[in-house]
């Protein structure tokens, strides 16, 4: 069965502070991961696609990079409008829509 | 461009109430459907997906139902709601199996 395993649950930085958010997951023939931002009452956005290990990819302040059992998401000198819940979905051959983590709740302070 | 709508934003009904929830994708055609459903601290949970019109899969068993009476309309239903049935519901979108998807803008369920 595809597990998906985000820590930390929440994480609080300082403005400025970078920090990095882990997605594990143990999947059966995995295809690629998703990451997602979610605001309070609203809907994932999509960030990005990986679809295999080494890849990387880059938006504003974000780059999410993939490993054969992990992804990160680096966050640099994070500002307030960064914070949301960060939901990582690794993409297998198994069932049919995506499997979400339970995300990082993240909180930039000024 | 692509659009997902999904409607009522908030929603209270009492114990025994029918439920129906409306989601309608623009700008594509034949795109796969789904609802979730989530709950605090519980993460994201598939309820339901469809590949096509009247083709309804569901993943949990529960007191909902789901239809796709159009290629681009998911409607999720109930015909007496459950205080367990509170939650926050997301209706998404993809073009394929299992490629990323894109998510309405919630309908945050209380039953009371």
């Known amino acids: 069965e595809d597990q998906v395993t985000q820590s930390p649950e929440a994480l609080r930085l300082q403005e400025g502070e970078s920090s990095s958010l882990n997605c594990s997951y143990t999947v059966s023939g995995l295809r690629g991961l998703f990451w997602y931002r979610q605001d309070p009452g609203k809907g994932p956005e999509f960030l990005f696609t990986?679809?295999?290990a080494g890849e990387e990819k880059e938006k504003e302040r974000l780059k999410a990079t993939l490993t054969k059992k992990e992804s990160f998401l680096h966050i640099t000198a994070p500002k307030p409008e960064d914070s949301a819940t960060y939901l990582c979905?690794?993409?297998?051959?198994?069932?049919?829509?995506?499997?979400f983590g339970k995300g990082t709740s993240l909180l930039v302070t000024p | 461009s692509q659009t997902i709508h999904q409607w009522p934003a908030t929603l209270v009904q009492p114990v025994g109430s029918p439920l129906s929830l409306e989601c309608t994708v623009e700008g594509t055609s034949n795109p796969n459907l789904y609802w979730y459903r989530q709950a605090a601290g519980r993460g994201l949970q598939l309820l339901f997906y469809?590949?096509?019109?009247?083709?309804i899969s569901s993943e949990v068993p529960q007191n909902l139902s789901a239809s796709r009476p159009q290629d681009r309309q998911f409607i999720l239903s109930s015909k007496k709601l459950l205080l367990s049935d509170s939650g926050f519901y997301l209706c998404?979108?993809?073009?394929?199996?299992?490629?990323?998807?894109?998510f309405g803008q919630g309908t945050r369920l209380t039953v009371v």
């Open positions: 990986l679809y295999s």
């Open positions: 469809s590949v096509g019109i009247g083709q």
């Open positions: 979905a690794p993409n297998s051959n198994s069932g049919y829509a995506l499997n």
């Open positions: 998404a979108w993809s073009v394929q199996t299992r490629t990323e998807a894109f």
